[in-house]
């Protein structure tokens, strides 16, 4: 069953500095959204309003037409994953797969080198390696909609491949949003792109459009 996801309506001010205003965005079953945007133009604070933890008074989101407020309370509908960690280091893995719900050994196909750590707690993980797992609890979970922040940005090269693979086989069941300063991973993966300039988001339909509203310099295109 195909869903919708659509934002619009929103603004977002921190007293006098208007961050967000007339936003609008749209993502559905089998489709990678991406949102990019220059640093302080509020590509995280869009997620989390989505998400219903950054409230506000000005706002529509809605799934399948139906308005959402508390979208945290409810993970059938969306999953969210922040720029920072967020699952306790105190955690060991097989408890995490179980608690999301998931099969370890379809994780390991992807990884096969994380077979080790199935008892392991985060925290004897680096880094990187704990950004992979919760980026695989996250897309992997049962839910119509999944909100990932900075995706790519902790990983190493050689796993971003794999990330993109899970996230393109995990978007036949669901609906992706990504956005991640490490802009030509979400240029390659997304069916669209919205750059978030002036306080609005503009649909682009070329990476050229990323030059006329200011995202990136012209020099960097035939990077």
Do not use: W
Not at 131 to 136: K, L
Not at 203 to 220: A, F, P
């Amino acid at each position: 069953m195909k869903h919708y996801l659509e934002v619009d309506s929103v603004i977002l001010a921190f007293g006098e500095r208007r961050i967000l205003q007339d936003v609008f965005l749209k993502n559905e079953t089998g489709q990678i959204t991406g949102i990019l945007g220059r640093n302080g133009s509020g590509k995280t604070c869009l997620l989390n309003i989505i998400y219903g933890e950054l409230k506000i008074a000005d706002k529509s989101v809605r799934i399948d037409d139906n308005t959402i407020f508390e979208g945290y309370k409810h993970p059938e509908n969306l999953r969210y994953m922040p720029q920072f960690n967020f699952i306790p280091k105190k955690l060991c893995i097989k408890r995490i797969f179980r608690d999301f719900n998931l099969d370890f050994a379809q994780f390991t196909a992807y990884f096969p080198s994380f077979e080790k750590y199935y008892n392991s707690p985060l925290k004897n993980l680096s880094g990187g390696e704990c950004r992979i797992v919760e980026i695989y609890t996250i897309l992997a979970s049962k839910t119509k909609f999944c909100l990932l922040d900075e995706p790519f940005s902790q990983i190493m090269p050689v796993h971003i491949q794999t990330i993109k693979s899970i996230i393109n086989k995990e978007k036949q069941n669901k609906g992706i949003i990504i956005t991640d300063h490490l802009y030509n991973h979400v240029l390659d993966i997304c069916d669209n792109i919205y750059v978030i300039a002036d306080g609005k988001t503009h649909l682009t339909k070329s990476k050229s459009d990323l030059v006329r509203l200011g995202y990136i310099r012209e020099n960097q295109l035939l990077k």
